[in-house]
């Protein structure tokens, strides 16, 4: 299939410290991972930064991971899976997401998404 999946975030969590976030987004494929620039001291990071993705038959699930960058490990501050069947019945999303802990107990905060989907044209 040739269409792309094009994603912009912020993150919102009240109830963190500073740190310096990262997001990594992908499809169902791992291998093609994209990520944002590192927000230094940041509580509230905006990254507006934009990936395309080129999509392929199957790929059906949007993975966000949200990480706070560290010197030996990456401290994974919470992640989400979004389910693309709406996005291409609709075309856009904008919407914010509640960004799940780690263990899925309890929220560290909001991501919000700006989805595009398009069929490219030959």
Not at 1 to 11: A, D, G, Q
Not at 30 to 47: A, I, R
Not at 66 to 82: A, L, W
């Amino acid at each position: 299939m040739n269409e792309y999946i094009s994603f912009e975030s912020n993150v919102l969590w009240p109830n963190c410290n500073e740190s310096d976030p990262f997001a990594q987004v992908y499809l169902d494929d791992k291998k093609q991972k994209q990520k944002t620039t590192v927000q230094k001291n940041m509580k509230n990071p905006q990254w507006n930064q934009s990936f395309v993705f080129n999509h392929l038959t199957g790929q059906n699930t949007l993975h966000v991971d949200v990480y706070d960058k560290d010197i030996f490990i990456n401290d994974k501050i919470g992640s989400i899976e979004i389910d693309l069947h709406d996005l291409y019945d609709e075309g856009h999303i904008d919407q914010w997401y509640n960004l799940p802990s780690r263990y899925g107990n309890s929220s560290n905060g909001e991501i919000h998404l700006v989805l595009d989907y398009q069929p490219l044209k030959f």
